[in-house]
């Protein structure tokens, strides 16, 4: 009777009286990859990421590269920020509508025409201080950049599309685009000012022009992941839809508490002796919140994203507490930057919630214009919180500026307890008849 031929990859053995087999053959499985090596799995991903974040960097870049060209060649912060300011109510106006013709006309159609548009705006601003033009030339020039599409709410409405379905997956998406805004927020001006100090004041300007528009036309090729269009569409106005108030009164909210913040800490380091180091603690505080958003994108998160955003609102609101009380108890700048880092690593999950609520609250078809209508609630609450910080810095004192982040993250808060969001998308998808 043949003998079966011994296998040299099991080991036998007997222990009392079990017979015990160990199998020795190499492992070949692999972990599953986590929820961000699968999201960039998914066909064209990496390619339109990439051209998106080039043109991304830019929006950290263009307000402070404005800032130092203008005041260094006219020796005026106060004409600076009136310009800065102009351009950023012209964007809250502008920005909406270019939005809407993204969604009716396609994204590469009308996003490079707007962004060439936008870049000639900031070569005209470089060609007017340069030739010491009119003041008013200074306005009408940045005043032409709001049409600047918004890059960020093109990319999550490319991942909304190819993700449709998938809701941890749009999780995920989300909140790798609020760490990306954080991280183009916290390099940005960093490589402006490296630019405009080394180089001369209009390197900033030109460098960020290059970078958006060629950010631009490598975004619009992948025109494989680009949502289709609906020309015709019959659905509401996102600002009419269920729900979107209230949001967008958290934007604005939350909007003032950055704008407040930033003011702030630079005199409160003015304050100190430090008013070179104000960079380094606000980007600080934005290192916190890109960590924060990696890291809640890799949770396993279940419930409604309606019920979530009062806790991540009510935390953003505790830990903006801990500025106010490091400098008003300590006055340590060190102290202050350990706050403000801890602090940021809430207004992430605040954000990645209430875009994800925004998505779904959005009608069908008009995904562009109702995050870009979120993006100019932050734009004006930023300006509403850069003034309100700046009235109490002077009229107060830099301590008891940290009080206003503190208030309009309470007012947040109040908002999102007191308006009930409803929590059926399919509510909004309907059309008007």
Known sequence: ????????????????????????????????????????????????????????????????????????????????????????????????????????????????PATALAVLGSLALVLCVHLRAPAWTLFASYAATATTPNTGGMSRARWAHLLKGDDRAVHTANSFEQAADELCFMLGPVLAAFLCGTFFPEAGTLAGAVLLLSGMLLFAAQRSTEPPVRPHTRARSPFRAPGMPPLLAVCLATGAVF????????????????????????????????????????????????????????????????????????????????????????TAPTMVTTMTLVQRRTPEGRLNEGMTLAVTGLLGGIACGSATGGWTVDHLSPEAGFGVPATAAAVALMISLAHRIPTDPNRISRPMH
């Open 1 to 112: 009777m043949p003998q079966p031929t011994p296998r040299k990859d099991l080991l036998f053995t007997v222990t009392a009286d079990t017979l015990v087999a160990v199998d020795l053959r190499p492992r070949t499985g692999h972990r599953p990859p986590g929820p961000y090596r699968r999201l960039f799995t998914v066909p064209g991903a990496r390619a339109f990421t990439a051209g998106n974040l080039l043109a991304r960097l830019p929006m950290g870049m263009f307000s402070l590269s404005a800032v130092v060209m203008i005041a260094g060649a006219r020796g005026s912060y106060a004409l600076a920020g009136a310009v800065t300011a102009t351009g950023l109510a012209a964007t809250a106006v502008v920005a909406p509508w270019t939005a809407r013709l993204v969604d009716r006309h396609g994204q590469a159609r009308i996003a490079v």
């Open 259 to 346: 704008g407040s913040t930033e003011v702030v800490t630079i005199a409160f380091a003015d304050e100190q002796g430090h008013r070179s180091a104000a960079g380094v603690v606000l980007a600080l505080q934005a290192a916190g919140s890109c960590a924060a958003g990696l890291l809640f994108g890799a949770l396993p998160l279940t419930g409604p994203a309606a019920a979530r955003l009062p806790w991540c609102v009510a935390a953003m609101t505790a830990l903006l507490t801990l500025p106010l009380l490091a400098a008003s108890l300590t006055g340590s700048l060190l102290l202050l930057a350990g706050a403000l880092l801890v602090a940021g690593m809430a």
